[in-house]
């Protein structure tokens, strides 16, 4: 999600296309604007301009036009398949860090297909519209450090699951906020990366907040502070 002009968006995928929600109102955000934009077809798409979105599908053509806000309105191009990604990943978001192009999504560790765990990776984009990586991937957070990131299921069998990251720049801070744990159980919380360093390609330059940001509330499925 992001606040543009005054609101907000959220990008939202439906598993049939990918939608974007507009609200006035965090807290009231029921019966928000919806704009389709785009469904499965043949070629793999993301936004032009800002926000830019990379939708880990292969998608083509928005939804017929109606009285929406002009970031929902914002006519996409297909511009390319961002490639040199071999393993399993998903919820790519696209940021720009002094002037660079970069990619942050989660993804299985090499070798490791138990679904167990997911972990935060990091690329350098092309500045071009080329959208390929001109730096290989890299450990954004390699591992589960505290309690409330990990959890047993009823088999038994332990889960680690870090996905869903969101760049946010705000004041002196520039980090990522994500879902830590698991988005469908109880602990599912927000977790914070810090960027404390030079390098966002160089692991040793994100720092993770011991502390989550927001927690679930144990009795229901919402995220509360």
Request: charged share 10%.
């Amino acid at each position: 999600m992001l606040q543009w002009n005054g609101n907000y968006h959220l990008t939202f995928t439906s598993g049939g296309d990918v939608q974007i929600y507009h609200c006035a109102s965090l807290t009231d955000c029921h019966s928000p604007a919806l704009k389709s934009v785009f469904t499965p077809s043949d070629h793999t798409y993301k936004t032009c301009g800002h926000p830019r979105c990379t939708p880990s599908t292969t998608t083509g053509t928005s939804s017929s036009p109606r009285r929406t806000p002009r970031i929902i309105r914002t006519i996409r191009i297909f511009t390319s398949k961002v490639s040199g990604i071999s393993a399993w990943a998903i919820g790519g978001t696209v940021f720009t860090l002094n002037n660079q192009l970069y990619m942050v999504y989660s993804g299985w560790p090499e070798g490791d297909t138990s679904t167990l765990n997911q972990h935060l990776f990091i690329t350098q984009l092309s500045n071009d519209a080329s959208g390929n990586p001109t730096v290989g991937d890299h450990y954004v957070d390699g591992n589960a450090q505290y309690d409330w990131e990990t959890f047993a299921d009823l088999g038994g069998a332990r889960h680690a699951i870090n996905e869903g990251p969101a760049w946010l720049q705000r004041n002196n801070f520039q980090g990522i906020l994500f879902s830590g744990c698991a988005s469908w159980a109880s602990c599912h919380s927000i977790g914070v990366l810090q960027f404390t360093g030079s390098d966002p390609m160089a692991t040793s330059s994100w720092t993770k907040w011991a502390d989550r940001f927001w927690q679930s509330n144990p009795n229901g499925p919402c995220v509360v502070q």
